[in-house]
Nanobody, 124 residues
Framework: QVQLVESGGGLVQAGGSLRLSCSAS????????MAWFRQAPGKEREFVSAINWHGASRTYADSVKGRFTISRDDAKNTVHLQMNSLKPEDTSVYYC?????????????????WGQGTQVTVSS
């Protein structure tokens, strides 16, 4: 059974940093494309970042490019999202997702496996 567990969320002031982690069980992250999505209250879930299965390609939403970095720790079967220069508009629940078959990593429907999410709140 696949399980994705996010951690690392919290409350931070604007300009601060957080590092999210997604610990996977039931799958090997190096065999999957892994992604982060987020959903703010009253808004649709949106793509944040993804790393493909061989780790050579990393994709970011324009809104986070240059501030967020996705990485993977194969030894710990974990994916991270380092978030720097946080803004109030980054406030959302952040979800980890995994897929082993995809055509567009930015589309949430490509991902059959999801975590429960972790709350990130950025105060102004």
């Amino acid at each position: 059974q696949v399980q994705l567990v996010e951690s690392g969320g919290g409350l931070v002031q604007a300009g601060g940093s957080l590092r999210l982690s997604c610990s996977a069980s039931g799958l090997t992250v190096s065999n999957y494309a892994m992604a982060w999505f987020r959903q703010a209250p009253g808004k649709e879930r949106e793509f944040v970042s993804a790393i493909n299965w061989h780790g050579a390609s990393r994709t970011y939403a324009d809104s986070v490019k240059g501030r967020f970095t996705i990485s993977r720790d194969d030894a710990k079967n974990t994916v991270h999202l380092q978030m720097n220069s946080l803004k109030p508009e980054d406030t959302s629940v952040y979800y980890c997702a995994a897929t082993d078959f995809y055509s567009d990593l930015k589309r949430q429907h490509e991902y059959p496996h999801w975590g429960q999410g972790t709350q990130v709140t950025v105060s102004s």
